[in-house]
């Protein structure tokens, strides 16, 4: 690693502990709120060798999976061990993706990383630059993993684990965004499900007119990806795949946020705010749609049973007359360059063994996430749970048309960047046009100076 690096791992280990600083992606709060009232499970840093049996290879595995998804991959881990006697994964709980990252930058700095871990869109590319993980394509063209499986793998989800014309990662825990639906509010004004933002507009100003004091729209306290969403939906590239075309100041992007902004102010949408994710309020009963991950089923579920309200989930609405089009949010699995030749091979199994049909399909029923592969989707066993769970079919069905957004190196400053400038105008009032302008020249200088 250069100089340069392992002085940025080091004054982030520093900030690290002045201050308890999230990521400010979207993978990091997901994986909050999937954390969110879980006790996460004893970590498991002290395995070692002496833990794998006989003459098995070693393979550590990093990951930041809590509660019943601790418990997911703790069995499929146990499942991979006992189908085989040539590796043994041990996997090792790290807490979230932000104390993940610090234990990725610390180990990179002390030379004593795992074998694999999950990793986030923002990651990559500077684990990438410093030669810290490994181009994939190699290994898994190897004997180890399955041609028939890579080849299986959903577009969109393939598209996102590709850097500079690498794969350097195989997506693992994938979600996208969907809309929560309050039935009983759409029944009470006798409205269709919303296709359109459109008809999410007409809705809240019908409701306000009867004085119901109800949201028609609830998103969570960042709107980044519903924002982004939006202005591919309106024709924007926000930011193209070859990083050529930064549009995130143009009209065509700029409208979906002062939609939003026009909302917040009429008062028929709202934002998390204090309640810090939208499933409570949603699960309340107090808006009657709401723009989220589908891997927060398992947190609206309790609140809306408790309340009594009956609710289902929908594909995205589309604004601007555009295509549908949701985005790829969640982790993926990424071997890194300090593993020996064997045990790179045994990550290669582990995860071919993670993406075989029913074992992504099993991961996927037991977290809300969705399976990786066309074949994991249309297995018998998924196919039965979407019939018998249907709120969970709106997300399988946006894996046909789901994208990733580019990844770049930087992409931690750009978010940073894209978060100041979000709360700029939500909280401080900042005009959008001007400010989303701003970011766009700021965007584009991240994107020339580190690439």
Same mark, same amino acid.
């Given at each position: 690693?250069?100089?340069?690096?392992?002085?940025?791992?080091?004054?982030?280990?520093?900030?690290?502990?002045?201050?308890?600083?999230?990521?400010?992606?979207?993978e990091?709060?997901?994986?909050?709120?999937?954390?969110?009232?879980?006790?996460?499970?004893?970590?498991?840093?002290?395995?070692?060798?002496?833990?794998?049996?006989?003459d098995?290879?070693?393979?550590?595995f990093?990951?930041a999976?809590?509660?019943?998804?601790?418990?997911?991959?703790?069995?499929?881990?146990?499942?991979?061990?006992?189908?085989?006697?040539?590796?043994?994964?041990?996997?090792?709980?790290?807490?979230? %993706?932000?104390?993940?990252?610090?234990?990725?930058?610390?180990?990179?700095?002390?030379?004593?990383?795992?074998?694999?871990?999950?990793?986030?869109?923002?990651?990559?590319?500077?684990?990438?630059?410093?030669?810290?993980?490994?181009?994939?394509?190699?290994?898994?063209?190897?004997e180890?993993?399955?041609?028939?499986?890579?080849?299986?793998?959903?577009?969109?989800?393939? *598209?996102?684990?590709?850097?500079?014309?690498?794969?350097?990662?195989?997506?693992?825990?994938?979600?996208?965004?969907?809309?929560?639906?309050?039935?009983?509010?759409?029944?009470e %004004?006798?409205?269709?499900?919303?296709?359109?933002?459109?008809?999410?507009?007409?809705?809240?100003?019908?409701?306000?007119?009867?004085?119901?004091?109800?949201?028609?729209?609830?998103?969570?306290?960042?709107?980044?990806?519903?924002?982004?969403?939006?202005?591919?939906?309106?024709?924007? *590239?926000?930011?193209?795949?070859?990083?050529?075309?930064?549009?995130?100041? *143009?009209?065509?992007?700029?409208?979906?946020?002062? %939609?939003?902004?026009?909302?917040?102010?009429?008062?028929?949408?709202?934002?998390?705010?204090?309640?810090?994710?939208?499933?409570?309020?949603?699960?309340?009963?107090?808006?009657?749609?709401?723009?989220?991950?589908?891997?927060?089923?398992?947190h609206?579920?309790?609140?809306?049973?408790?309340?009594?309200?009956?609710?289902?989930?929908?594909?995205?609405?589309?604004?601007?007359?555009?295509?549908?089009?949701?985005?790829?949010?969640?982790?993926?699995?990424?071997?890194?360059?300090?593993?020996?030749?064997?045990?790179q091979?045994?990550?290669a199994?582990?995860?071919?063994?993670?993406?075989?049909?029913?074992?992504?399909?099993?991961?996927?029923?037991?977290?809300?996430?969705?399976?990786?592969?066309?074949?994991?989707?249309?297995?018998?066993?998924?196919?039965?749970?979407? *019939?018998?769970?249907?709120?969970?079919?709106?997300?399988?069905?946006?894996?046909?048309?789901?994208?990733?957004?580019?990844?770049?190196?930087?992409?931690?400053?750009y978010?940073?960047?894209?978060?100041?400038?979000q709360?700029?105008?939500?909280?401080?009032?900042?005009?959008?046009?001007?400010?989303?302008?701003?970011?766009?020249?700021?965007?584009?200088?991240?994107?020339?100076?580190?690439?």
């Amino acid at each position: 690693m250069n100089k340069k690096f392992l002085l940025g791992l080091m004054l982030a280990m520093f900030v690290f502990v002045l201050a308890a600083c999230g990521n400010s992606s979207e993978e990091s709060t997901e994986s909050e709120e999937e954390a969110s009232g879980d006790e996460a499970v004893e970590t498991t840093e002290d395995a070692s060798e002496d833990e794998a049996s006989g003459d098995k290879t070693t393979v550590t595995f990093w990951h930041a999976m809590n509660g019943p998804h601790q418990e997911a991959i703790t069995e499929l881990t146990n499942n991979f061990n006992e189908s085989q006697d040539e590796f043994e994964v041990v996997e090792q709980n790290q807490g979230d %993706y932000s104390t993940l990252n610090q234990s990725i930058m610390a180990s990179g700095v002390s030379d004593d990383l795992p074998t694999l871990a999950q990793a986030t869109a923002s990651n990559i590319p500077d684990w990438a630059s410093n030669d810290l993980i490994v181009p994939l394509d190699d290994l898994l063209a190897g004997e180890n993993f399955d041609q028939e499986v890579l080849d299986d793998i959903i577009p969109g989800f393939l *598209e996102g684990v590709s850097y500079q014309d690498q794969m350097m990662a195989v997506p693992f825990a994938k979600s996208v965004r969907i809309m929560y639906v309050n039935d009983d509010i759409l029944e009470e %004004y006798d409205a269709e499900v919303p296709a359109s933002f459109e008809d999410i507009q007409a809705l809240g100003e019908e409701m306000q007119a009867a004085g119901d004091d109800r949201f028609a729209l609830g998103l969570e306290a960042g709107v980044e990806m519903e924002l982004e969403t939006m202005a591919r939906q309106n024709g924007a *590239e926000w930011i193209s795949d070859d990083l050529s075309t930064v549009d995130i100041g *143009e009209e065509n992007a700029t409208e979906p946020m002062q %939609y939003i902004v026009d909302g917040i102010d009429a008062g028929w949408a709202r934002t998390a705010g204090e309640d810090g994710f939208m499933s409570g309020p949603f699960g309340r009963g107090d808006v009657a749609l709401y723009l989220g991950s589908s891997a927060g089923l398992s947190h609206v579920e309790p609140g809306a049973e408790e309340s009594g309200i009956s609710w289902s989930t929908a594909e995205l609405p589309v604004y601007g007359g555009g295509e549908p089009l949701t985005l790829l949010a969640g982790n993926d699995l990424t071997v890194f360059s300090s593993a020996t030749d064997e045990e790179q091979e045994g990550a290669a199994a582990f995860m071919n063994f993670l993406l075989q049909p029913e074992n992504t399909a099993e991961w996927a029923m037991a977290t809300g996430y969705v399976p990786v592969t066309n074949e994991g989707i249309n297995t018998e066993v998924y196919q039965t749970y979407l *019939e018998e769970n249907p709120n969970t079919a709106a997300a399988a069905a946006e894996t046909e048309y789901a994208i990733a957004s580019p990844m770049f190196a930087g992409s931690g400053e750009y978010r940073d960047a894209m978060t100041q400038a979000q709360d700029a105008i939500l909280i401080d009032g900042a005009e959008v046009t001007e400010t989303m302008q701003n970011l766009q020249e700021e965007t584009t200088q991240i994107i020339e100076e580190n690439n």
